[in-house]
Structure formats: C-alpha cells, structure tokens
Nanobody
Framework: QVQLVESGGGLVQAGGSLRLSCAAS????????MGWFRQAPGKERQFVAA????????YYADSVKGRFTISRDNAKNTVYLQIDSLKPEDSAVYSC??????????????????WGQGTQVTVSS
C-alpha cells in the first residue's frame, strides 16, 4: 500500500505562487507515474499535470500550461507542483495520485492506483 499526503496549500492572492508537495510512504513510488488533479466545489475533478516515473516526461492540462510545473524527487519519494501566476479560478482541492500503468493513464484515462486526501488552494482576487 502507498499513502500519499499533500501539503503546501493555503490562501494566496491572485498572481502569487505556491509549491505543493505530495509525500509518499509505505513503499517507493519511483516506478509509478505521478499526477495532480483538482476539484472545485460543485465541479468535476480535473486533471492538472502528470510526470513519468523517471521524471523525463511531463504533461499538463491546457488551462495550466506555462504556469504550473510538476517535478519529482524519487530519492525523497515526493512529487511537487509549483503553481505560479495564480488565478481565482485555480481555487480547488488539489490531490496527487499514483499510477503504475504510466502517465498516460493519469492524463487520458484518469486511472489511478492511489490517491491522496488533498490540500486546499484558495486564490483571492
């Protein structure tokens, strides 16, 4: 079993930045693709970004390209999401996920093996 715990969320003004972290425990996740999703109140969960197990491939939703950067440190068993130029519409609960089948499973099929509980990001205008 893998436990994923997100941190780094908070309240920030529009234009600001945040760095979210997703720490994995229970087993190494270096073989898993990792991703970030978000869900705003009353809306469906939305894919945000994914990274391959090696970190060599990253993929983003169009709505966040150029502002969000996903990265991972396999030695620390942790994945990050750097969020810059925050907008009020970025407000949501951000959750990380792990997929043994690869980053395409996260990005296109929304198939995951493990989910974290999420961290709230609120952007004020």
């Amino acid at each position: 079993q893998v436990q994923l715990v997100e941190s780094g969320g908070g309240l920030v003004q529009a234009g600001g930045s945040l760095r979210l972290s997703c720490a994995a425990s229970g087993r190494r996740v270096s073989s898993y693709a990792m991703g970030w999703f978000r869900q705003a109140p009353g809306k469906e969960r939305q894919f945000v970004a994914a990274i391959s197990s090696s970190g060599g491939i990253t993929y983003y939703a169009d709505s966040v390209k150029g502002r969000f950067t996903i990265s991972r440190d396999n030695a620390k068993n942790t994945v990050y999401l750097q969020i810059d130029s925050l907008k009020p519409e970025d407000s949501a609960v951000y959750s990380c996920a792990a997929a043994l089948a690869g980053w395409q499973s996260l990005a296109f099929r929304r198939e995951t093996d493990y989910w974290g509980q999420g961290t709230q990001v609120t952007v004020s205008s």
